[in-house]
């Protein structure tokens, strides 16, 4: 299977006249990085992998210990139809390994992979949907906005239609498929749905879809930008995930006789992922501006609950149609559009995962607007908060041994440094808000 991979891969770069081959990866923040190497090059990569420093790196390795081996994936080979079509270039998402041969446990790819092997284990396939929201701009200098249009609105045909188009037709042209796509809430705000499937699979496209839409936008002379939460006053751009377990061809989750069509497998899994979300959301909402976006008001998660109908809750159970077993998933409303998809889908299974074998019992439904509870209300039903800073998130992942386990000591301890030195920068900048409101003042 492997070698037909790999000579597949040789033969299409043949047939397209491919000099270059970007060879791809992330760090723990989900930046994607490359370097190039050319098709001549490519045979020997694709056997013992392409050596590089990986000591500047986010999360990679200390300077003293920096030599990694990216070993390409042939399994996501794909031409990039923006590259010039003569002498073209193609990618291949890429698995770290240490020069010795053995997986770098400071490798995304690998966290999420190591998480698939555990659900395996069980028995089960892991399937995700993200649904991610970006903004068009003008530039990146202001965030200044190609149209007025809200939910759905069928705007006329100007830049922000056709750069959807576009970037749907690049999409294919790789091999991605696309559900849907529509103008979202806030003004020049968007969303383009990826078909569901494998979460090893959907990370890789994740990371594919955020370039394309940026690489789209540049070459028509905007800026587009996965910012959770550029405008105040505005929704901010989430990453709402559908997750589901497959046993076979068969949805783990769905079962006829549950009044939501939920089987047991499928509560464990929810309750799980309620017990941690506090200490997953470092994951999932990694950023400063993250914390801007889980606000009351503004269709995003504040309180860990779940409903069918309640779109603030943080897990919502979409409608059962019949005939669509296959279809029966959850939806995981708190990431944002600029977390590790890598990361955020290995911790959202590990908590289910969690659930299941522990067989942690699922809390009642809260189909009410858990934002018009009264605190006592909610300290009643023992219904918690997601944390709402990036300082709340990082006390309580740091205190998480699930957090730990999930992603292992490197990435753990990585990610922990890094968001640690992000907050004490931000408490020491000065903000316009300050100096607006005091300035004058004091």
């Given at each position: ?108 790819r690998f966290v999420l992979k190591r998480q698939l092997k555990r659900a395996a284990d069980l028995g089960y396939t892991f399937y995700v949907g993200p649904e991610l929201e970006f903004f068009y701009f003008k530039s990146s200098d202001a965030p200044e906005g190609l149209d007025k ?294």
């Open positions: 299977m492997l070698d037909d991979q790999k000579d597949y891969v040789l033969q299409s770069c043949r047939d397209h006249d491919v000099k270059f081959i970007r060879l791809w990866f992330t760090d723990i923040l989900g930046q994607l990085k490359s370097f190039a190497i050319t098709v001549e090059e490519l045979e020997e990569a694709l056997e013992e992998g392409q050596g590089f420093d990986g000591s500047s790196i986010e999360g990679f390795a200390r300077v003293d210990e920096a030599d990694m081996v990216a070993m390409p994936d042939p399994a996501t080979f794909a031409i990039l139809p923006w590259r010039p079509r003569e002498r073209s270039v193609a990618r291949m998402f890429c698995d770290i390994r240490h020069p010795d041969g053995s997986a770098f446990e400071g490798d995304p249009g809200g939910y759905f609105d069928l705007t006329p045909l100007d830049v922000a239609s056709d750069l959807r188009r576009q970037t749907i037709m690049t999409l294919e042209e790789m091999g991605i498929g696309v559900e849907f796509s529509h103008h979202e809430v806030a003004p020049s705000q968007h969303e383009i749905d990826l078909r569901y499937t494998d979460a090893l699979t959907m990370a890789d496209n994740t990371m594919t879809y955020r370039l394309v839409v940026k690489e789209v936008a540049m070459a028509n002379g905007v800026y587009a930008t996965f910012m959770p939460k550029p405008l105040a006053g505005e929704n901010g751009s989430g990453m709402h995930t559908y997750l589901s377990l497959f046993k076979g061809d068969s949805n783990a989750f769905f079962d006829a006789d549950d009044e939501y069509n939920l089987s047991p497998i499928a509560k464990s899994y929810m309750a799980g992922l309620l017990r941690h979300a506090p200490e997953l959301t470092l994951v999932t909402n990694q950023w400063i501006n993250s914390y801007k976006r889980l606000v009351p008001g503004y269709e995003a998660p504040v309180y860990v609950t779940w409903a069918r109908r309640n779109r603030s809750d943080l897990i919502r159970v979409p409608h059962y149609r019949a005939g669509k077993e296959a279809s029966t998933r959850i939806e995981y409303r708190a990431p944002d559009a600029a977390c590790n998809p890598y990361l955020a889908f290995a911790v959202m299974l590990a908590a289910g995962l969690e659930g299941i074998e522990r067989e942690y019992p699922l809390s009642p439904p809260t189909e009410e607007n858990a934002f018009e509870l009264g605190a006592e209300e909610r300290k009643r039903r023992g219904i918690e908060m997601l944390p709402g800073s990036l300082k709340e998130a990082i006390q309580v992942f740091e205190a998480s041994d699930f957090a730990r386990r999930a992603l292992g000591d490197h990435v753990f301890e990585s990610l922990l440094e890094n968001k640690t030195i992000e907050y004490d920068a931000y408490r020491r900048h000065v903000t316009d808000y300050e100096l607006e409101r005091y300035l004058a003042v004091l």
